[in-house]
């Protein structure tokens, strides 16, 4: 696919009768952020649409305006135009059997992974922005779009998430982008941050610290890791939802090992592996990612393997060898 021009893009859109916007599974701020944001930008032009993520908006997300107007359900009816955003795999949009009832629907992408197999028939694919709603917000900046609160705040919870309120990214346009919008309607990173981070249980804390205990170094791939059984949750009571973000970032900050690994088993013989790592330790985790079947950017990337987590941890150690 070569990239369009947003002029191409807005073509696209206005052309198209009703279209199905759709974002990644296991949602973060820049998944619902970006797809909401996109929701009420048709509402502006009265474009029918429907907005979907398989996985449900997480509770730590329904703060984001527009959040309770995407669906978890397939929609029933075919659409003319699919607009996915920030998936980086066909797979990771949880459409196939929709799909597979209607495969001639092109598909329309905003992404900022790592060229893979999106297999989007036109659209952006930028891996130099920092997330896929600055992208979106290009082209709403392109097209004359007058911006309201709502999109602006959507938009500015994506920047913040993928960013890690600016502490994985060096882009300074992703500051600017959010300098601008937080000025321009009020918004406040500190009430973003309350909302997104500040939500930890007192019972998320305590396995934190149990998967804590148990963190390793791999001196042969010269990898940190660590992992969660589906046991360790239900005694908890708990979803991966609740860890994941805060365990990504603990592993991340650790000072050994070129790049951290951990793994959850999703259901039986079904593993999940979160790949993180910085630019002071230079490790491109999308390409180990790849090998793996997954992907993702350069510092943060994931994959799913079958096995388990014991398998999954050999296969990361022999693709990781140096
Ligand atoms: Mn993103």
Redesign the pocket.
């Known amino acids: 696919m070569k990239n369009s021009s947003f002029k191409e893009i807005e073509k696209i859109i206005t052309g198209a009768k009703k279209i199905l916007a759709v974002s990644h599974q296991a949602p973060?701020g820049?998944?619902i952020g970006s797809l909401a944001a996109f929701g009420f930008y048709l509402q502006k032009i009265k474009k029918p649409h429907y907005l979907l993520c398989v996985s449900g908006v997480p509770e730590s997300l329904k703060f984001i305006p527009g959040a309770a107007r995407i669906k978890s359900k397939h929609p029933k009816n075919p659409f003319d135009l699919i607009v996915g955003f920030?998936y980086g795999s066909k797979i990771q949009l949880g459409i196939e059997s929709y799909l597979k009832k209607y495969p001639k629907i092109p598909i329309l992408i905003f992404d900022?992974h790592l060229t893979a197999d999106q297999a989007a028939d036109f659209g952006i694919i930028d891996s130099s922005y920092t997330?896929?709603v600055e992208l979106l917000y290009d082209y709403l900046k392109a097209i004359n779009l007058k911006i309201d609160k709502k999109i602006a705040y959507a938009l500015v919870v994506?920047i913040l998430s993928?960013t890690g309120f600016f502490k994985y990214s060096n882009n300074s346009k992703s500051m600017e982008t959010a300098a601008d919008l937080t000025k321009r309607f009020n918004i406040k990173p500190v009430e973003i941050d309350n909302k997104l981070n500040g939500q930890l249980k007192i019972a998320a804390a305590k396995l934190l610290g149990e998967i804590l205990s148990r963190v390793k170094h791999h001196h042969k791939g010269d990898f940190v890791y660590s992992w969660v059984e589906r046991k360790d949750l239900k005694k908890h009571r708990l979803t991966t939802d609740d860890i994941n973000e805060n365990i990504s970032i603990l592993l991340k900050n650790l000072k050994d090992g070129r790049f951290s690994l951990f793994l959850t088993e999703k259901s039986e013989g079904k593993v999940r592996g979160s790949l993180r790592s910085r630019p002071d330790k230079n490790y491109n985790v999308a390409k180990l990612a790849m090998k793996l079947g997954g992907g993702g950017h350069k510092y943060a990337a994931g994959f799913r393997v079958k096995g388990t987590i014991d398998s999954a941890l050999k296969l990361v150690a022999k693709y990781a060898k140096k």
């Open positions: 973060d820049d998944a920030d900022h997330s896929a994506g993928d």
